[in-house]
């Protein structure tokens, strides 16, 4: 029912930033989540960072602070800036969406994947 639009991936060296963006199509009303994960080849995908309808904010730990998210209501979005970037944060990055139903169960859609690779 929400598509998910992301976009900023690329390619960068060490140390270089990226900003992540991701719009949803509607304005989603209910409680919710939105965050980032991540998918290495030949690992499994694991959670960057994710921020609710009231602002909290969880991360990976090993971030070590390099990332940060944000989101823009007015425009349905949630972005992803990452810093200091390493080349093991080279992955699929997938924005998702996680809300509460009127049956207190969770919806979930997914984005469908930017690239970011990081090496010299």
């Known amino acids: 029912q929400v598509e998910l639009g992301e976009s900023g991936g690329g390619s960068v060296q060490p140390g270089g930033s990226l900003r992540l963006s991701c719009t949803a199509s509607t304005t989603i009303f209910a409680f919710n989540v939105m965050g980032w994960y991540r998918q290495a080849p030949g690992k499994g995908r694991e959670m960057v960072a994710t921020?609710?309808?009231?602002?909290?904010?969880t991360y990976l730990d090993s971030l070590k602070g390099r990332f940060s998210i944000s989101r823009d209501d007015a425009k349905n979005t949630v972005y992803l800036q990452m810093s200091a970037l390493k080349p093991e944060d080279t992955a699929v990055y997938y924005c998702n969406v996680r809300f509460l139903t009127e049956t207190s169960d969770w919806g979930e859609y997914w984005g469908q994947g930017t690239q970011v690779t990081v090496s010299s």
């Open positions: 921020v609710n309808s009231d602002g909290r904010t």
